[in-house]
């Protein structure tokens, strides 16, 4: 399985991004697609993923009511919508895949076994 992710930049405080996460090889309906981030100096962490049967989403609190993750099934795609970004928003992204992740698990990186490169964000306030 291969990610590829896309759709970082730059922003002010308040402003929106996307990040696209396109999955290629053998993907299949018990995957869970999520994303990561790291900020400089920081471990990296969980910040929503979504269950690709089913649709079901888990947001990590510092995000939860500003991003959206969502999936397009026909291109097996994972977006990720940031909505009201903050300086602590600043990271990279990444984005993560993995099958038979229980839910336990879920916000935890070593339950996902493929990873994309990373796409930058940064916000100024």
């Known amino acids: 399985v291969q990610l590829q992710a896309s759709g970082g930049g730059s922003a002010q405080a308040g402003d929106s991004l996307r990040l696209s996460c396109a999955a290629s090889?053998?993907?299949?309906?018990?995957?869970?697609m999520g994303w990561f981030r790291q900020a400089p100096g920081k471990e990296r962490e969980f910040v929503a993923t979504?269950?690709?049967?089913?649709?079901?989403?888990y947001y990590a609190d510092s995000v939860r009511g500003r991003f959206t993750i969502s999936r397009d099934n026909a291109k097996n795609t994972v977006y990720l919508q940031m909505n009201n970004l903050k300086p602590d928003d600043a990271a990279v992204y990444y984005c993560?895949?993995?099958?038979?992740?229980?839910?336990?698990?879920?916000?935890?990186?070593?339950?996902?076994?493929?990873w994309g490169q990373g796409t930058l964000v940064t916000v100024s306030s």
């Open positions: 979504l269950r690709w049967s089913g649709g079901s989403t």
């Open positions: 993560a895949a993995g099958g038979g992740i229980i839910l336990s698990n879920i916000r935890s990186l070593r339950a996902y076994n493929y």
């Open positions: 090889g053998r993907t299949n309906n018990g995957f869970t």
